[in-house]
């Protein structure tokens, strides 16, 4: 079984940090990480194919997507 990883390009971390950008150090009880990854999950799932392509996203990794922004530090500034 092979295992994709999907590593958001340039333009796709700006996306991200333009629909829902983290704003607070400290998140009680995760509910801001939470609020964040629905936020790009819903802005990104209303995206045609065609735009998701053109960023390098397929449809079926929109929640994995918003959840690693979110959590992985690194990505998601």
Do not use: C
């Not at 590593?7 to 950008?21: K, N, Q, R, Y």
């Amino acid at each position: 079984m092979t295992t994709a990883v999907l590593t958001p390009s340039g333009d796709l971390l700006t996306l991200i940090e333009e629909v829902a950008p983290k704003r607070f150090s400290y998140d009680f009880l995760g509910l801001l990480s939470g609020y964040r990854a629905y936020q790009v999950y819903t802005h990104l799932s209303a995206m045609s194919d065609a735009e998701l392509a053109a960023l390098g996203v397929r449809r079926h990794d929109l929640a994995r997507l918003a959840m690693e922004t979110v959590f992985d530090g690194r990505r998601a500034g």
